[in-house]
């Protein structure tokens, strides 16, 4: 009663409870979350700054979860720039008319991230975060640094040479996988046949050239391959594939997997022909498990179980000039189906050798030949005529399968030895034409035969009674 006289009677006190209830409600209005709009839908009017559940991610400023480039707030204002003088029909986007009409310094679309012949504001902001980017390791590439143990001033490309050791000390460390021999030859290969500007980089373009469109290869995502990521990549292929499909299988495996699945199914096995008994034995005894495929590792065991190997691993001398002569004894008389010849030779300047096998009865191969330049060495090489490629385009220390240089000329090879038998003295002969010596350290034949197992009965003609057995009267 006391609240309400109070209230009548003074009009002022009345005015400032009310102020203040209404103070306190804007208070409480704007401590209090922003209400659902849209029906109770729990969308905001204004998104805020994190992600909308149910919606895709843009990115934005920070590094992107696809590309992996950082995309700061200038490179948005550049790309906003951009879309204000070339976006001609307003409608957020530069196509490929619109970016005609302009100069640009590299070509826009490789920043199509989409692949939808449009350039939006993130994918030219890309562009700019690229560009920052290879302008910045640009200008660390110029800074001279310091020799600590000379204190001398070494060039850019001495600054370039220690980043990359740098690079390569960091990524050992990782357990990244490493650029082998083969694969550095291969980049420089690649690189000088495709790098068309001599930058040093593959960019999207040069990359299409040579029919390379993943970026898997871009490991720092700079949107260019160097020397050295390139090399990396192949190395690491080179690795996946010899898991997959061991270079020790044969020639036929790969012939006959025409879908290139790693196996070879029945189907692919018959080559459209009609099956037959002896065909479908010859099937089964590669598919150990049965299972209607022919797998490597299968393939393999059968072929460890037939082979038989032969070595003379005596340290032999090769002088500078003249002729290496070493020799295997062998004293089985089955007769060979496939022979492989493997070579552990020390020295630095193969090109100044030749090698040739000489068989029990005189026949003569010549294995290889003034092959390899200046390079160094034979190791664990194999002459398999059964190989793809020729010694004469492989490279030391030739590590892997390679026909003969007598097959690369198209003679038989070492096929002229298929049906003969297997006993009698084997010659190696390492003829060298050179002003330094080496060494031959290990040779072997490796041998697969015709299957000996044979019944009492078949060396016995038709009508023919079987031999008495010795201690044995033979009467009625």
Known sequence: MYRLTLLRRTPSVTFIVLLFAVSATSDAQRRAPDPPRGGGSGDRAVPGFGHVEGTPIIPGFGEDIDTGVTLTAEDFERADRRLRDVDRNRDGFIDREEARRVRWSDDPFEYDLDRDNRLSRTELAHRYAVRRMREAAARSDQRPSTDASSGRRSSSGDARDDREQRDEGSSRRSGEVQPTRDSWHLADTLMRRHDRDRDGYLDASERRSMGLNSLAADTNRDYRISRRELAVWLADQQLERSRILPPELPAWFFELDRDGDGQVSMAEFAKDEEWTDERLSEFMAYDANNDGFIEPAEVLRRMERSRHQYANERFTLIPNRGVTRSEIEIDETARITD????????????????????????????????????????????????????????????????????????????RQFYGQPMNGTWTLLIEADSNRPGALHRWALVFEKEDDDFSDEDDLGDGDDPPPMDGVDDFD
């Not at 193969?350 to 160094?376: C, T, Y």
């Not at 005529?385 to 492989?394: D, F, Q, V, Y």
């Open 339 to 414: 022979v492989d010849v493997v070579l552990g030779i020390t020295h630095t300047y193969v090109g100044h050798l030749k090698g040739f096998l000489v068989g029990p009865e005189g026949q003569r191969v010549e294995l290889f030949a003034n092959v390899g330049g200046s390079d160094d060495h034979f190791e664990e090489t194999i002459l398999d005529e059964e190989a793809p490629s020729s010694i004469r385009s492989g490279r030391p220390p030739f590590s892997g399968r390679y026909h003969t240089s007598d097959r690369s000329r198209g003679r038989p090879g070492l």
